[in-house]
C-alpha cells in the first residue's frame, strides 16, 4: 500500500478470546493455529487496503482510510476464521471498529483519543462478535436502513468489495465504555454463517456499579493492571500501596472497570478521603453499595446481610488516615461473605489477615543514559501522559525533537508521579515545555491545580505531602527531613554517619527507615552491591523545606559534608592503586551525592568543597566526565580565594588539566602557571611535576612539540628525584608521544615500554591502557597491523573492564580501522557499528563521525546503497561542528555516484559539482584519477540529460553557500 491512512482514519482493533488458556490447554499445537490466524488476518487486510500498524500480542492494529475496506476487511475475516479447519486450538476473536482523527508520524499513529476508543469498542465485544461505532457507521456507502434494510447507495461494486447486500446492521444502543466520559452508540455486523447472538456487551452499564466517569484517558499500566488482576483471581483483599499522586486510585479504579464482567452484583466504589471520623467508615460503603440501614441493626451486620451471597467487587480508596479501622471491617466483611473480594488503595498495608500488597511504581520515564529518539520518548509513560494532558489544554501542542527532551527531563525530575506530571501538564496553556522546567526548582508555587473540584489534599503538590507527613511519628517526619539532604541514593551507613544525634539513636536509623518504607515515603534501589535507599524528589523537596525551618540544618550539612569528603578520599586512594569497573560503579552510585556536597559546601565550607573535587578528579578522567570535571572545579575555583596556597595551587592544576581536555587552552594556561606560583611561593617543587606534565601537554595540543618536550623533561627529573612513580609514568609516555609524532619510532617505542613496566607495577591499568594504544598505534604505522591488534586488544579488555566508554570507542574505531586495512570488511563493520552505538550513546562526536564514514565506505563496498545513502547523508548533518571538510567533499561525491547508479542523473549531477567545487574552493589537489572521474561521470550524465539542464545544474549549485549545500544534499538524499 502506497499511502498510510491519515486524518480521518478507520482503525480496525483485534483480539484472541481466551489466549491465556489456549496456551495452558494446547501448548504443542497453538503456534500452528496462530500462524493459519496470522495469515488469514494479513491477507484480509492488505486486500482492503489495511494498513498494520502493530502487533500486540496476537491482536492486530490495522489502519484503513475508508470505513467501507475496513467492515469488508472484518467481515472476511470472521468468515475465513469460522470455515478454518482446527486441530485442536481453535481460535476465536473479537473485532472493534472506530473512526476518528489520526496522524501518521512515520513511526506511529498521533492520535490517543481516536485509538483508545477503538480499544474499548473492541474490548466490548465477544470472539466472534464484530462492534463498530457510530462515527464509523455513519460513514459507510452500503449501510442498510434500520428499518427497510435496504442499501443506503448501489454503487458498490468496486474490486474487492463482494456481499455488501448481505451485510447489516444491529442497533445496541448508547453503550457506557470504559475510560470514555460520553456513552458510545454501538453497532453490531450481521452476515450470513456468522454467529448472532451473544451475552450483554462488556460495558460498563451491563453491570451494576458506581465507578465514576473518567474525564481523561488512562495511560500506559498494562503490566500493572494485568499484574494487579492475576492477585485478585488469587486472593480476595488486594492493597496498593505508594505515595500520594502515584495513580492508586486511578488503577484501582482501572482494574474494577476491566473486571466487572467477573462480578455479576457490581462494582462498588468507596472514597475515604473526605472522612473526619472513623466511625462513618461502615456507613460510607453502604452508601456505595446501595443498601438501606436497617433500625435497630448495627451498620455492619446491615451490610453483612446485603453483602453476604453475592458477587461483589469493593474498592475502598485512601484508607490510610483510618487504616486500622478499615483492616478491621475488610477482614469483618470476607469472613463473613464468600463472593466478596476488596481492592484497597494506601499509603501503607493494612496488616490484616489475607491481604496482599501491590507497591505502584510511578510511571516509566526516559533511561537518560540511553539516547532515545522522539518516537521512544513519546512511547515512554510518564511523557505520554504528559503529552496527552498537554494537548486536553492546548489542542495544538505536540512533542518534536527540540522539546522531547525538555519534557523527558519535566518527567524525570517529577519521578514520573501521575499527579505530578498532571498538574506540570495543566501549565502548557500559559508556559513553554522550557518554561516549566525552569520553574520545576520553584515546583511548589507552580503545581497548584487549578481544579476547584478535587479533594483538598490535590489542590497542590505540597498540601498533597503535608496531609500524609502529618500522619508520621515525630522521629519519623525528623529522620524525613535529614533524609531529604541525600540525593539520589544512600547506604545505611550512610544514613546512620548523618542522621543520628541525641533525637535519634544511631541503631534506630535501619528501624524507622523500614517505616517508612512501609509508608511509602522512601523506596529501595536495585544494587548488586550493599543495599540503597532513595527518596521521590517530590518528598525530597518538601523535607528540604522542612529541614531548612529546623535547628538541625547546619549540623546535619556538616556532617554531611565529611562523611562524604571522607567516602570521596577512600575511592580515590583505592582507584589509585587499583582502578577497576567494580570500583568505579560503586563510587558512580554516590556520583549524585558528592555533586551535591560539592554544591552545598561552597556556599558555606569552601576547603570542604576543595577537597571533595579535588577527590573527585580521578574519577572523572577515568569515566570520561572531562565536561563535568571542568565544569564544577571553574565553580569551586570562584569561593576558594584565602585558602592554603598548596590546596589552591592543587585545585589549579587540576582544573588546568580539565581545561585543557576541552580544548580551553587559554584558560588552561592561565590556572596551570597560577598552580606553578602558587608551588614556588610554598617552596613545594615536589608537586610542581603534575602541572609541568599538563602545561606540556597543553604546548603539544597546540604544535609547540619543543617546548613540551622541555617540560616533559623537567617533569621527569623532579619526580625521579622525588621518586613520584605516578609522574614518571605520565612523564615517560607523553615524551614516547613527542617522538612518536616526530616519526622517531625506535625512541618512542623505548619510551614507552619503559612507562609500561612501571605502570604494570603501579597496578595503574588506566595509563597501561594508554600505552598500549600508543605502542598499537606505532605497530600501525609501519602496517604491522595483526601486531597492533594485539596491542589494542589487550588495552580493549583493560578498558572494558575500567568502563572507559570513550576509550572503548576510540579503540574500537582503530581495531575496525586496522580490520578494513586488512580487507577483513566483516569484521571492520562489527567493530564501527558497536563503535558507532557507543558514541552516539555519550555524545563521542570524533568516534562517531569515524565509525559513520566507515560504514558508509563499507555498505558501498557491500553495494548496500540504502545503508550507504543513510550514512553519508548523516555525516553531513554532523558535519557543521566538525570542520573535516575533505570528508565532506568525499560525502558528496560517494553520493553523488549512487545518485548515477540509481539513475537520478539531475541529483548526481548537482552533488558531483557540489564536491569538486568544494575540493577546489579549499585547496585540495584531487589526484588526477579522480579529476578523470569526475570528467567521466559529467560525459555520461550530459549524454542523458542534455546540456541545457547539465549547465542549469552547474549553476544552481555554483551560487550555493556552503551551508546550504550541507543542507541540499542532506534534504535532497532524504526526499
Excluded at 580565594?641 to 595551587?649: F, S, V, Y
Excluded at 574552493?921 to 569526475?934: L, M, T, V
Aim: charged fraction near 25%; aromatic fraction near 10%.
Amino acid at each position: 500500500m502506497k499511502n498510510i491512512p491519515s486524518g480521518n482514519v478507520t482503525f480496525l482493533f483485534t483480539d484472541i478470546e481466551g489466549s491465556t488458556k489456549l496456551s495452558q490447554e494446547f501448548p504443542d499445537t497453538l503456534q500452528y493455529a496462530l500462524d493459519k490466524h496470522h495469515a488469514i488476518l494479513e491477507n484480509a487486510f492488505e486486500s482492503n487496503n489495511g494498513h498494520i500498524f502493530e502487533i500486540v500480542g496476537d491482536g492486530f492494529c490495522c489502519a484503513f482510510q475508508n470505513a467501507d475496506d475496513a467492515v469488508n476487511a472484518a467481515v472476511i475475516v470472521q468468515t475465513n476464521l469460522a470455515n478454518t479447519k482446527w486441530d485442536d486450538a481453535s481460535i476465536k476473536i473479537r473485532i472493534g471498529i472506530h473512526t476518528g482523527e489520526a496522524k501518521w508520524n512515520g513511526m506511529q499513529y498521533l492520535g490517543y483519543i481516536t485509538l483508545a476508543k477503538t480499544a474499548r469498542v473492541m474490548s466490548a465485544s465477544y470472539g466472534e462478535q464484530i462492534l463498530i461505532s457510530d462515527d464509523t457507521y455513519r460513514l459507510l456507502n452500503f449501510i442498510k436502513d434500520p428499518k427497510t434494510q435496504s442499501n443506503k447507495s448501489r454503487d458498490l461494486n468496486s474490486p474487492g468489495i463482494r456481499n455488501f447486500d448481505e451485510i447489516s446492521f444491529r442497533d445496541l444502543g448508547e453503550r457506557r465504555l470504559k475510560d470514555v466520559l460520553h456513552p458510545v452508540r454501538l453497532f453490531q455486523i450481521i452476515f450470513p454463517g456468522l454467529r448472532e447472538e451473544f451475552p450483554p456487551l462488556k460495558t460498563l452499564d451491563a453491570r451494576p456499579n458506581n465507578l465514576p466517569f473518567q474525564i481523561s484517558g488512562f495511560i500506559g499500566r498494562k503490566n500493572e493492571l494485568k499484574q494487579i488482576k492475576n492477585l485478585l483471581f488469587q486472593s480476595r483483599l488486594v492493597t496498593l500501596t505508594g505515595m500520594g499522586g502515584t495513580g492508586k486510585s486511578r488503577l484501582a479504579l482501572e482494574t474494577g472497570a476491566d473486571m466487572i464482567d467477573d462480578f455479576a452484583n457490581g462494582v462498588w466504589f468507596v472514597e475515604l478521603a473526605g472522612l473526619l471520623n472513623k466511625s462513618f467508615l461502615v456507613h460510607a460503603i453502604i452508601a456505595a453499595v446501595g443498601a438501606q440501614e436497617v433500625i435497630k441493626e448495627s451498620p455492619e451486620d446491615t451490610l453483612v446481610s446485603f453483602l453476604k451471597d453475592k458477587e461483589t467487587l469493593i474498592i475502598l480508596d485512601n484508607c490510610e488516615h483510618m487504616v486500622s479501622e478499615s483492616a478491621r471491617i475488610s477482614e469483618k466483611l470476607l469472613n463473613s461473605c464468600s463472593k466478596l473480594k476488596i481492592i484497597a488503595t494506601s499509603r501503607e498495608a493494612m496488616k490484616c489477615y489475607g491481604e496482599v500488597v501491590y507497591k505502584v511504581p510511578s510511571l516509566s520515564i526516559p533511561d537518560k543514559k540511553k539516547t532515545l529518539t522522539t518516537e521512544e520518548l513519546i512511547n515512554c509513560e510518564s511523557v505520554k501522559l504528559f503529552y496527552i494532558r498537554a494537548v486536553s489544554h492546548k489542542q495544538n501542542f505536540s512533542i518534536n525533537e527540540k522539546n522531547a527532551p525538555v519534557i523527558s527531563e519535566i518527567c524525570f525530575m517529577l519521578d514520573g508521579n501521575p499527579l505530578a506530571i498532571e498538574l506540570a501538564a495543566s501549565f502548557i496553556k500559559v508556559f513553554s515545555p522550557e518554561e516549566i522546567l525552569e520553574r520545576l526548582c520553584d515546583r511548589f508555587s507552580l503545581l497548584i491545580s487549578s481544579k476547584r473540584t478535587a479533594f483538598r489534599r490535590h489542590q497542590s503538590l505540597f498540601e498533597m505531602i503535608d496531609w500524609s507527613y502529618e500522619l508520621l511519628t515525630e522521629k519519623e517526619k525528623t529522620l524525613i527531613q535529614r533524609l531529604s539532604i541525600f540525593s539520589g541514593s544512600w547506604t545505611i551507613e550512610a544514613a546512620e554517619s548523618i542522621c543520628s544525634d541525641n533525637k535519634i539513636n544511631r541503631s534506630k536509623i535501619f528501624v524507622i527507615i523500614n517505616c517508612l518504607i512501609d509508608k511509602s515515603f522512601i523506596g529501595t534501589v536495585e544494587s548488586d552491591t550493599e543495599n540503597h535507599y532513595s527518596i521521590l524528589q517530590i518528598i525530597r523537596h518538601y523535607g528540604l523545606k522542612k529541614l531548612d525551618e529546623s535547628e538541625d540544618k547546619s549540623e546535619i550539612q556538616k556532617k554531611y559534608f565529611e562523611y562524604y569528603l571522607k567516602i570521596a578520599q577512600e575511592f580515590d586512594s583505592k582507584l589509585i592503586e587499583s582502578a577497576d569497573k567494580y570500583l568505579l560503579d560503586i563510587f558512580e552510585k554516590d556520583n549524585d551525592n558528592f555533586r551535591q556536597a560539592i554544591k552545598l559546601s561552597m556556599k558555606s565550607d569552601p576547603v570542604m568543597a576543595i577537597k571533595i573535587a579535588i577527590a573527585m578528579c580521578n574519577f572523572w578522567v577515568m569515566r570520561g566526565y572531562y565536561l563535568e570535571g571542568f565544569n564544577t572545579l571553574k565553580k569551586v575555583l570562584k569561593v576558594c580565594k584565602g585558602t592554603e596556597d598548596n590546596l589552591r595551587a592543587r585545585l589549579l592544576s587540576n582544573a588546568g588539566y580539565f581545561a585543557c581536555e576541552q580544548g580551553e587552552f587559554r584558560i588552561a594556561e592561565l590556572f596551570l602557571n597560577k598552580s606553578l606560583k602558587l608551588y614556588k611561593k610554598a617552596n613545594n617543587e615536589t608537586d610542581t611535576a603534575a602541572t609541568l606534565i599538563t602545561l606540556g601537554l597543553l604546548n603539544f595540543y597546540t604544535n609547540e612539540f619543543d617546548k613540551a618536550k622541555k617540560l616533559y623533561e623537567k617533569a621527569l627529573s623532579i619526580s625521579r628525584s622525588s621518586n613520584s612513580r605516578k609522574e614518571q609514568v605520565n612523564s615517560l609516555v607523553n615524551l614516547g608521544i613527542i617522538e612518536l609524532k616526530n616519526k622517531n619510532y625506535d625512541e618512542s617505542v623505548k619510551l614507552f615500554q619503559e612507562s609500561l613496566v612501571l605502570s604494570r607495577k603501579l597496578k595503574d591499568k588506566y595509563t597501561t591502557a594508554r600505552i598500549l594504544t600508543n605502542l598499537a598505534s606505532i605497530e600501525h604505522f609501519n602496517s604491522n597491523f595483526k601486531k597492533a591488534d594485539l596491542f589494542y586488544e589487550e588495552s580493549l579488555n583493560i578498558l572494558r573492564k575500567l568502563g572507559d566508554n570513550q576509550g572503548i570507542a576510540h579503540i574500537l574505531a582503530n581495531l575496525g580501522n586496522n580490520a578494513f586495512k586488512m580487507k577483513d570488511f566483516e569484521k571492520s563493520k562489527t567493530l564501527n557499528e558497536e563503535c558507532l552505538i557507543i558514541s552516539r550513546k555519550y555524545g563521542y562526536k570524533n568516534t562517531l563521525m569515524i565509525s559513520i564514514m566507515r560504514l558508509a565506505e563499507l555498505s558501498r563496498i557491500n553495494n548496500d546503497l540504502k545503508s550507504a545513502i543513510k550514512y553519508y547523508t548523516e555525516y553531513l548533518k554532523l558535519y557543521k561542528t566538525s570542520g573535516d571538510k575533505n570528508n565532506l567533499a568525499l560525502c558528496l561525491y560517494e553520493l553523488g555516484k549512487i545518485s548515477i547508479t540509481q539513475g537520478n542523473h539531475r541529483k548526481a549531477v548537482k552533488l558531483l559539482f557540489a564536491s569538486e567545487n568544494l575540493f577546489n574552493a579549499d585547496g585540495f589537489k584531487p589526484d588526477d584519477i579522480r579529476n578523470r572521474k569526475y570528467e567521466e561521470h559529467y560525459k555520461k550524465i550530459k549524454e542523458i540529460i542534455g546540456d541545457d539542464v547539465f549547465d542549469y545544474d552547474y549553476e544552481y549549485v555554483k551560487h550555493l553557500t556552503f551551508d546550504e549545500i550541507i543542507e541540499f544534499a542532506a534534504e535532497d538524499d532524504e526526499s
